[in-house]
């Protein structure tokens, strides 16, 4: 079934630890977002990629580093988690860019950090 | 800080009843999508809507965009109880970003 995978579902990371949440989508899409969804907050944009190799920086980039190298995969890395860092990570993709086409989203990534 | 608020924050309605969401932005847009979220899962697309339209209808929802206000509404007629979900709206501005709102949850009574 096409879409977006994310990989783990959830882990517990302990403060300080290096952590890369993986995103693979078959759809060919150009275009993948990282966001980060908290209670209250709704979903904050972390990077942004408009095509295979080229990254951009969103809302709350600080803490968080990305990679484009294909189409296909877009992992998000954490250098040295800490706990402000526990949230529900989601991965997203657009097949357009600028022409209006909506997000498909994977089902998340559930990250606590102690 | 985000582009999109929406109101009400949570709505408790019976089913058949219809349901308005309300979302206000503040910078101009290439068009404006509405989402929802189940419990647990990753957001879907619902329906968008472009800055040169003013409404929209797919099937039981309804959207309205007001530019000169930087506000939209969502409506969900004879809702269900498998509407009960979250709900977000996303502007899609310069840059090929979206930025979401903090979401309106809905829960529908039967």
């Known amino acids: 079934i096409a879409g977006i995978t994310q990989a783990p579902t959830s882990q517990i990371l302990a403060a ?6 993986r995103c693979t989508q078959d759809m060919r899409h150009n275009a993948m977002y990282w966001y980060r969804q908290d209670l209250g907050l ?12 080229t990254t951009g920086k969103g809302e709350v980039p600080d803490g968080y580093s990305v990679s484009r190298a294909n189409t296909d995969d877009f992992p998000l890395t954490l250098a040295s988690a800490v706990p402000s860092q526990t949230s529900v990570y989601f991965c997203a993709s657009r097949s357009e860019l600028g022409g209006g086409s909506p997000l498909h989203f994977g089902n ?5 950090v102690t | 800080s985000q582009q999109g608020e929406e109101d009400p924050q949570a709505l408790s309605i019976q089913e058949g009843e219809n349901a308005t969401m309300n979302c206000s932005y503040k910078t101009s847009i290439n068009n404006l999508q509405w989402y929802r979220q189940n419990s647990g899962r990753g957001l879907v697309h619902l329906i968008l809507i ?8 797919s099937g039981r929802l309804r959207v309205t965009l007001d530019t000169s206000k930087k506000s ?5 007629t004879a809702s269900r109880a498998a509407d009960t ?7 899609d501005s310069e840059g090929n970003k979206l930025v979401f709102g903090a979401g309106t949850i809905l829960r529908v009574k039967s």
């Open chain 2, 72 to 76: 939209s509404s969502l409506l969900i």
């Open chain 2, 85 to 91: 979900a979250s709900y977000f709206c996303a502007t």
């Open chain 2, 50 to 57: 472009r800055s040169n339209e003013r409404e929209k209808h």
């Open chain 1, 108 to 112: 998340g990534t559930r990250l606590t």
């Open chain 1, 16 to 21: 300080g630890r290096r952590m890369t949440l």
């Open chain 1, 42 to 53: 709704g979903l904050r944009l972390i990077h942004y990629s408009n095509t295979a190799g």
